[in-house]
């Protein structure tokens, strides 16, 4: 992660411009980690880009977790589709 877009590195993909012909461009490859800001922000990106038509505009959502107590695990496992209902 630490070496994440540095083509000496990790590597890069050279090409050259098919209209001009002119030069010769690199693009450095990426680590593609999840606990890489710089790959993992793709990553999020795309997730909000699915995510966002389907949120109602104007209405403000929170991320809550919530925990289950271990006697009702089982009973939350094998009833998901009815528990995680809209």
């Known amino acids: ?3 994440c877009g540095n083509p ?3 590597g890069y993909i ?3 411009c098919l209209q001009c012909g002119q030069g ?3 693009v450095a490859m990426s680590c593609k980690s999840s ?3 710089r790959c993992a922000k793709v990553t999020v990106d795309n997730w909000v880009s699915q995510v966002s038509p389907m949120l109602h505009e104007g209405v403000i959502y929170r ?3 919530l ?3 271990a006697m009702f695990r089982t009973t939350f496992s094998h009833n998901a589709a009815v528990v995680c209902a809209r």
Do not use: D, G, N, Q
């Open 14 to 16: 050279a090409y050259r």
């Open 24 to 26: 010769k461009h690199l």
């Open 63 to 65: 991320h809550i977790i």
């Open 1 to 3: 992660m630490l070496e």
């Open 67 to 69: 925990t289950v107590p």
């Open 35 to 37: 606990l890489c800001l």
């Open 8 to 10: 000496e590195k990790m």
